[in-house]
């Protein structure tokens, strides 16, 4: 345990990232241990209790069994021009931006790790999509929303860039991340086609999570831009906590929405605010049961969200988060070592992936 502690930080360093700059919500007092269906795990107490000093302990041998055979999955159905995706979403670009971070938060890098060489075919591939107006999809695999596609694969990119060679990397990123800054509408959000018109808070978010990337990779994004957009989403937060869909109209609460909501909030450096104890206390209601299986509309992309919001809570929010949606991952997880949801395996082998690798804490956009 101690030596996979020493090993992230190792590979953390060599990634120049950083540690944590703010502490989480600390609404419950601290958990000494949480049970799990692997049995009871010890967790570091007092003020050490952070997502980053309980990584080792978190991630247990049969995640690990699980992950490695997810990453096998990935990598063996990679597409010869490095893209992912089956049926409709064949060579979607956010279906292979979501599969590229899945590499990256194993620790492999551009060219480097048991995965580089599929980092690279992936960033490759959405390059080669990158269209003159800074527009990243593919008319193959486009979704109903390319503005979806486009901000996970800036999101991807940006997460890349200082670890790539590509010499076009720069400036396809800068074009893409120029396109986001000139379609956010007059509420401050964005929607599923690149103009300006009316916003919903799932798209906004996307767009904010590939801001913040840029952000953190140097490029150029004006305070304005972000300021407006977590505006937008402040003002989607219904009275029981969770987000309504569509500001313009309202709307009720639901778990992927607000799970995503909060991290918006979060990565815009809003740690401890009405807004995110109200937040974290809607999505608690979702926390995995053992033996009880949900069927939630978008459950992948919804987790994908809330735990990164635990991650950024911390203390015994992500103490018994983060077990209850690894044991239950583990508990879905196919043969061939995929996991399937109604868009397609590689989506949501690429998000459970993302998930259960968090307490690797290697990507700058999951920095604390």
Same mark, same amino acid.
Request: contains cysteine.
């Given at each position: 345990m101690?030596?996979?502690l020493?090993l992230?930080?190792?590979?953390a360093g060599?990634l120049?990232? /950083?540690?944590?700059e703010?502490g @989480?919500?600390?609404? $419950?007092?601290?958990t000494?241990?949480?049970?799990?269906?692997?049995?009871?795990?010890?967790?570091t /107490?007092?003020?050490?209790?952070?997502?980053?000093?309980?990584?080792?302990q978190?991630?247990?041998?049969?995640a690990e069994?699980?992950i490695?055979?997810?990453? @096998?999955?990935?990598a063996?159905v990679?597409?010869?021009d490095?893209?992912f995706g089956t049926?409709?979403?064949?060579?979607?670009?956010?279906?292979?931006?979501?599969?590229g971070?899945?590499?990256?938060?194993?620790g492999s890098t551009p060219g480097?790790?048991?995965?580089?060489?599929?980092?690279d075919?992936?960033?490759?591939?959405?390059l080669a999509?990158?269209?003159?107006?800074g527009?990243?999809?593919?008319?193959?695999?486009?979704?109903?929303?390319?503005?979806y596609?486009?901000?996970?694969?800036v999101?991807?990119l940006?997460?890349? %860039?200082?670890?790539?060679r590509?010499?076009?990397?720069?400036?396809?990123?800068?074009?893409?991340?120029q396109?986001?800054?000139?379609?956010?509408?007059?509420?401050?959000g964005w929607r %599923?086609?690149?103009?300006r018109?009316?916003?919903?808070?799932?798209?906004?978010v996307?767009?904010?999570?590939a801001?913040?990337a840029?952000?953190?990779?140097?490029?150029?994004v004006?305070?304005?831009?972000?300021?407006? /957009?977590?505006q937008?989403?402040k003002k /989607?937060q219904?009275?029981?906590? @969770?987000?309504?869909?569509?500001?313009?109209?309202?709307?009720?609460?639901?778990?992927?929405?607000?799970a995503?909501?909060?991290v918006?909030?979060?990565?815009?450096g809003i740690?401890d605010a009405?807004?995110? $104890?109200?937040?974290?206390e809607?999505?608690? #209601?979702? #926390?995995?049961?053992?033996?009880?299986?949900r069927?939630?509309?978008?459950?992948?992309?919804?987790?994908?969200?809330a735990? #990164?919001a635990m991650?950024?809570?911390?203390g015994?929010?992500?103490?018994r988060?983060?077990?209850?949606?690894r044991d239950?991952?583990l508990?879905?997880q196919?043969p061939?070592?995929?996991w399937?949801?109604?868009i397609?395996? $590689?989506?949501a082998t690429a998000?459970?992936?993302?998930i259960?690798?968090l307490?690797?804490?290697l990507?700058p956009?999951? #920095?604390r």
């Amino acid at each position: 345990m101690r030596c996979r502690l020493l090993l992230l930080g190792t590979v953390a360093g060599l990634l120049g990232l /950083s540690r944590a700059e703010a502490g @989480g919500v600390q609404a $419950h007092p601290e958990t000494p241990a949480v049970q799990s269906a692997e049995g009871i795990w010890p967790i570091t /107490s007092g003020a050490e209790a952070t997502p980053e000093t309980t990584a080792a302990q978190m991630i247990s041998p049969a995640a690990e069994q699980a992950i490695r055979r997810g990453l @096998g999955f990935l990598a063996q159905v990679q597409a010869e021009d490095g893209s992912f995706g089956t049926g409709p979403y064949r060579g979607n670009t956010a279906v292979t931006a979501l599969a590229g971070l899945a590499f990256l938060c194993s620790g492999s890098t551009p060219g480097r790790g048991p995965y580089g060489r599929q980092i690279d075919r992936t960033i490759d591939y959405l390059l080669a999509h990158a269209q003159e107006s800074g527009l990243i999809v593919s008319q193959r695999g486009m979704s109903h929303g390319p503005m979806y596609d486009h901000g996970f694969a800036v999101l991807f990119l940006a997460e890349c %860039y200082g670890m790539s060679r590509r010499q076009d990397l720069r400036e396809k990123l800068s074009r893409a991340v120029q396109l986001i800054l000139a379609t956010q509408n007059q509420e401050g959000g964005w929607r %599923y086609q690149p103009r300006r018109a009316d916003a919903d808070i799932s798209v906004t978010v996307c767009q904010v999570m590939a801001l913040r990337a840029a952000r953190n990779a140097g490029l150029f994004v004006p305070k304005q831009t972000i300021d407006r /957009s977590i505006q937008y989403v402040k003002k /989607s937060q219904n009275p029981d906590g @969770g987000f309504m869909y569509m500001l313009s109209v309202g709307g009720q609460s639901e778990f992927a929405r607000s799970a995503a909501a909060l991290v918006a909030l979060y990565t815009a450096g809003i740690y401890d605010a009405p807004e995110i $104890h109200k937040g974290l206390e809607y999505l608690m #209601q979702f #926390q995995p049961q053992a033996g009880h299986t949900r069927r939630e509309q978008y459950y992948f992309y919804g987790h994908y969200y809330a735990v #990164q919001a635990m991650w950024w809570a911390g203390g015994s929010w992500w103490n018994r988060w983060f077990p209850a949606i690894r044991d239950d991952l583990l508990a879905r997880q196919r043969p061939d070592g995929s996991w399937t949801d109604p868009i397609c395996p $590689h989506a949501a082998t690429a998000m459970a992936l993302v998930i259960l690798q968090l307490p690797n804490n290697l990507l700058p956009i999951f #920095q604390r």
